[in-house]
Structure formats: structure tokens, C-alpha cells
């Protein structure tokens, strides 16, 4: 167990659709990523959020959105859900350490949430 | 933009046997980390490595992160069935962008 949670696990619905996924990263931990994992595909970065506010964006569409809460929890919002946005979504928090010459910084991925659309 | 490539794509082994996995990229990370994961669940931290020319073992897992910090491998010592997975590599830039290879997919056959 990560520390990571994802809610829901599972979610069916329909093209044209809007769906929000949440994400609540381990405790103290600031940056929240969000991922997409397409069948047999690698991790696609979307969106990275540091306590609250934007930090990088990736290959995130118009149609979908985040953004991370005051208690840090976050959600990613995706809309006019096409049959391509099935896939599985990651969030990750991460933590950092070390000093400048020794930085690191871990990212712990929570179970995912299976999205598909029909 | 950084990139990173991992190679074998694809592995498939018999149980017993010894395999490397690697992991590289023309780009210097601050640290680099690999995960393992399994069919419909999120990748598992196996290890991070920080310094050039660390060496990690963990059990029958050895990696390695090259002198320069663009490259690392992952040497498995007589692979199990329960090692099958999909065994990525994620650079780190000092916090300005975390970097994922497509993946090396193990499959160890009994």
C-alpha cells in the first residue's frame, strides 16, 4: 500500500460524458501527478500540482482539467469523453530530499482508476 | 526535451535465468527510480537511485546508475515467476519534470 488513494476504482460511462476522478496523496506529501496509461501503452505525464497550484503540464487535452485542494487532495476532471479516453489514470505524490547536490525526489502511485467509455 | 529509452521492449525467460534490463537517456538526472508493475494496478517503487556509479541491491535485484546519471540498469539473478511485470524507469530533474521510459515488459515462464 502506496499511502495513495483513488476513487472509484472502476468507472463505465458514456461518449460525450464528464467525469471527475480523485486522488488523495500520502500525507505530507505536496505534489500531486497525474497520469494516463492506454492499454499496453507507458505512462503519458499530464499534470503535476505542488501544494495547490500548477507546477508542469504534460500532454493534457482541453477537455480535461485538475486542480488540487487547501487539504491537498486532488481531482482531474475530464469532459466530452471520446472512446480514446479509455484508460487506466494514476495519480502519484511524491516526496523530496537531499540537498542540491544529492536532490531526490520518489513519486508513490495509487491503484488507479479504470476508465472506460462507450 | 529529455527522453528516456529502455530496452529490451519485450523479455521473455525461463525461470532460473539471469537478464539486464536497461535504461538510458542523452540527459542527466538528479536521481532515477525504477518500478515493477502488474496488469490493472499502479507501478510499485523498487528503488531510487541519486549518486553516479551507485550500486543498490535489493534481494536478487541489482541496479546501477551510470557515472554521467543518464543511464542505469537493472540485473535480476535468477528470475522467478512472481518477477514478471513491467519494469520502468523514471528520471527525476531536480524537480522540474519527472521523465518515464515506455517500459521493458519481463515475462518469466516456469
Known amino acids: 500500500d502506496s499511502g495513495v488513494t483513488q476513487t472509484p476504482k472502476h468507472l463505465i460511462t458514456a461518449t460525450g460524458q464528464r467525469v471527475t476522478l480523485r486522488c488523495s496523496p500520502r500525507s505530507g506529501d505536496l505534489s500531486v501527478y497525474w497520469y494516463q496509461q492506454s492499454l499496453d501503452q507507458g505512462l503519458q505525464f499530464l499534470i503535476q500540482?505542488?501544494?495547490?497550484?500548477?507546477?508542469a503540464k504534460g500532454n493534457i487535452l482541453e477537455r480535461f482539467s485538475a486542480q488540487q485542494f487547501p487539504d491537498l487532495h486532488s481531482e482531474l476532471n475530464l469532459s466530452s469523453l471520446e472512446l480514446g479516453d479509455s484508460a487506466l489514470y494514476f495519480c502519484a505524490s511524491s516526496v523530496r530530499s537531499g540537498t542540491s547536490a544529492k536532490y531526490q525526489e520518489t513519486q508513490y502511485f495509487g491503484p488507479g482508476t479504470r476508465l472506460l467509455v462507450l | 526535451t529529455q527522453l528516456l529509452e529502455q530496452s529490451p521492449q519485450f523479455l521473455s525467460i525461463q525461470e532460473g535465468e539471469n537478464l539486464t534490463v536497461y535504461c538510458n537517456s542523452s540527459?542527466?538526472?538528479?536521481?532515477l527510480q525504477w518500478y515493477r508493475q502488474e496488469p490493472g494496478e499502479g507501478p510499485v517503487l523498487l528503488v531510487t537511485v541519486v549518486t553516479g556509479g551507485e550500486v543498490k541491491k535489493l534481494k536478487r535485484l541489482t541496479f546501477q546508475f551510470g557515472d554521467a546519471r543518464k543511464d542505469s540498469s537493472l540485473h535480476i539473478t535468477a528470475a522467478q515467476p512472481g518477477d514478471t511485470g513491467l519494469y520502468l524507469c523514471a528520471g527525476d530533474n531536480y524537480g522540474q519534470n519527472f521523465v518515464f521510459g515506455p517500459g521493458t515488459r519481463l515475462s518469466v515462464l516456469p
Open positions: 500540482y505542488y501544494n495547490g497550484e500548477e507546477r
Open positions: 540527459s542527466v538526472f538528479s536521481s
